[in-house]
């Protein structure tokens, strides 16, 4: 398996030394970073050599995302809040990504407790869970909840009625109280995974520099 939950383990968000490479040889912070080995780092070192990686669906999403990242560079250099974050980037980088999802649903005993989306692996487990809605059935059928910040906002610190808080802390909430295995947070730019199992110690997670990916790829093309 590539994932791998251990409570036991003292985790600390600093990575090993021979953790700090991509698959290709490059530094790991031109890739990812896997916080807590929330994934297996043997697996993820031989993740170029899965055919995945070289499917044509890949790079397909890719370009859709470059092209996406153009068309929202003055908004971007504008400022976005979260609103505009969700609206204009996240939701529409999860349609390219081949998502279906609904947006801020009810969970189960709690009315202020909404994912910003709820993920489904396609539109017929959607249909599946719709009548269940507001209830723990529903969240069954879905893969992930995702919480989104806004672009420039930190995905470890935010601040709320004059307290400071992780936003993690929000998605470990809404996992526990769907069953939802994955959470994802997000402030458009930097994508972090986190799983149910370790969720709750924040800074296990595996986390993408998505914007940055985009324009080190372009960059490739263009060598």
Same mark, same amino acid.
């Given at each position: 398996?590539?994932?791998? @939950?251990?409570?036991?383990?003292?985790? !600390?968000?600093?990575?090993?030394?021979?953790?700090?490479?991509?698959?290709?040889?490059?530094?790991?912070?031109?890739?990812? &970073?896997?916080?807590?080995?929330?994934?297996?780092? &043997?697996? $993820?070192?031989?993740?170029?050599? %899965?055919?995945?990686?070289?499917?044509?669906? $890949?790079?397909?999403? /890719?370009?859709?995302?470059?092209?996406?990242?153009?068309?929202?560079?003055? #908004?971007?250099?504008?400022?976005?809040?979260?609103?505009? *974050?969700?609206?204009?980037?996240?939701?529409?980088? #999860?349609?390219? #990504?081949?998502?279906?999802? !609904?947006?801020?649903?009810?969970?189960?005993?709690?009315?202020?407790?909404?994912?910003?989306?709820?993920?489904?692996?396609? @539109?017929?487990?959607?249909?599946?869970?719709?009548?269940?809605?507001?209830?723990?059935? %529903?969240?069954?059928?879905?893969?992930?909840?995702?919480?989104?910040?806004?672009?420039?906002?930190?995905?470890?610190?935010?601040?709320?009625?004059?307290?400071? %808080?992780?936003?993690?802390?929000? #998605?470990?909430?809404?996992?526990?109280? *769907?069953?939802?295995?994955?959470?994802?947070?997000?402030?458009?730019?930097?994508?972090?995974?986190?799983? /149910?199992?370790?969720?709750?110690? $924040?800074?296990?997670?595996?986390?993408?520099?998505?914007?940055?990916?985009?324009? /080190?790829?372009?960059?490739?093309? /263009?060598?």
């Amino acid at each position: 398996m590539l994932f791998r @939950s251990d409570r036991s383990r003292d985790v !600390s968000p600093s990575l090993k030394e021979d953790e700090r490479r991509a698959p290709d040889g490059e530094q790991m912070t031109e890739l990812y &970073v896997n916080a807590g080995d929330i994934f297996d780092p &043997v697996r $993820l070192s031989e993740i170029a050599s %899965f055919p995945e990686w070289s499917a044509p669906e $890949l790079e397909k999403a /890719r370009k859709e995302l470059e092209e996406l990242y153009e068309k929202r560079e003055a #908004l971007i250099k504008e400022g976005m809040d979260r609103d505009n *974050t969700r609206y204009h980037w996240t939701s529409y980088v #999860l349609r390219r #990504l081949g998502f279906c999802f !609904s947006a801020v649903e009810q969970t189960p005993g709690d009315t202020e407790l909404r994912p910003d989306f709820t993920l489904f692996y396609d @539109s017929t487990e959607f249909m599946r869970a719709r009548d269940y809605r507001g209830q723990r059935e %529903f969240f069954s059928h879905a893969s992930a909840a995702v919480r989104t910040l806004g672009w420039e906002d930190s995905l470890d610190e935010q601040e709320y009625e004059g307290q400071m %808080f992780n936003p993690a802390l929000d #998605l470990d909430r809404y996992m526990r109280s *769907t069953g939802i295995e994955w959470g994802v947070l997000t402030n458009g730019q930097v994508w972090r995974l986190f799983h /149910r199992d370790t969720s709750g110690l $924040l800074n296990n997670f595996f986390e993408v520099d998505e914007v940055h990916q985009i324009g /080190r790829a372009s960059c490739r093309e /263009r060598v």
